[in-house]
């Protein structure tokens, strides 16, 4: 039998009525035919992310230890949500594939918080960085447990949650980020936006999940190449 020959059996409707109740019963029809372009556009910028966080961490353990640290934390997180994805678009049978699922929406909490700990830890203000690098963490820790762990319901985006991690960092961030590193952060995140559109619509048309991958990581490239101008490399 072949890969997808044994996808599709897997979400035959005897198969789905043996779902797990933590799998939504709208998940959205995998396509077999499809998922070597999701699962290649992902694998490929795991293992770029590999070596971009090798010598971000090099790079900014020249500036201090705490930065490099930080770094560390924000390419692991770009790693581990490019793995998952590339994992979830690999095994397609089930429950593996759901379990991969879970794990790959997961991981966008602590990618989330991970772009923003750079700028957290070496632009906020002192007397606050720990505390907010600690909300921040607990906040995404949390999430990803509830998604991950806890088996909280997968294909039901937490979108609330994604947009308060996303602005909890922003607000005490005011007025102590350059504004070339806003905008920066600005463009990655309206190419994240922009790619939306095709992941809304990837069952629609063929390979708009591919896009939606590629979108993702232009955006990550994007927020990347700001952090090392106005975090890593910016003057003292």
Known sequence: MSPSETAQESLSPHAQDKLPDWVSEDSPPIQPEQEWANAWTHGIAALVWLAITVWLVTRASQVNTGLAIACAAYGASCIGTFTCSTLSHTFLERPRLDRFRAWDQAMIYLMIIGTYTPITYQLADPKYRLVLLTAMWG??????????????????????????????PAIPLFGRVPMDLFGYMLAGGVIY????????????????????????????????????KYVVDAPS
């Open 139 to 168: 906040l995404a820790l949390w999430g990803f447990v509830n998604k991950a762990i806890l088996n909280h319901r997968i294909h039901t985006m937490s979108t609330a949650t994604y947009l308060m991690l996303g602005w909890l």
């Open 193 to 228: 936006s922009v790619g939306v559109l095709f992941l809304i619509n990837d069952s629609r048309v063929k390979y708009f999940h591919a896009v939606w991958h590629l979108f993702v990581m232009t955006a990550s490239i994007v927020h990347l190449i700001g952090i090392v």
